[in-house]
């Protein structure tokens, strides 16, 4: 069976019933909805070079300093929203600029609770995108 996941209060305050609805597919999907560890992206210019990425990713963990970097792909995201809604529409940068900022506060937000509740950092407890764990 599959768990329903929420979004906070976005579903109320949002007008705009296609960013609701590719933000609940993105959510409740158990393969788009779960981040992925990535060992090999270590700056911005790293993600230029992988040929896919998951839609939420996680990566530059610094064990040390007890921080990492958690990015949405902007082209999954564009992608998704095309089963909505077509590109000339001229909300559609709009909207996929507010897909991609609910994801990464909601995504960032529950990345850091999960890190803190469990003692671990992401890469202990997510799968990484070279299929280890």
């Not at 007890?66 to 909505?84: A, K, Y």
Request: charged share 25%; glycine share 6%; proline share 4%.
């Amino acid at each position: 069976m599959k768990r329903k996941k929420g979004f906070g209060n976005y579903s109320k305050d949002s007008k705009d019933p296609i960013v609701t609805q590719v933000l609940s597919l993105a959510i409740n999907d158990d393969i788009l909805g779960k981040p992925i560890y990535v060992h090999d992206i270590k700056s911005e210019a790293d993600t230029e070079k992988c040929s896919s990425l998951p839609l939420i990713y996680i990566w530059n963990e610094d064990r040390a300093c007890g921080t990492f970097s958690l990015s949405i792909n902007g082209s999954l995201v564009t992608d998704l929203l095309e089963l909505f809604c077509h590109k000339s529409d001229p909300n559609f940068i709009a909207s996929s600029n507010e897909i991609i900022k609910v994801l990464s506060i909601m995504s960032q937000n529950s990345a850091i609770k999960t890190c803190q509740k469990v003692g671990c950092m992401p890469s202990d407890m997510l799968s990484s995108s070279m299929g280890e764990k």
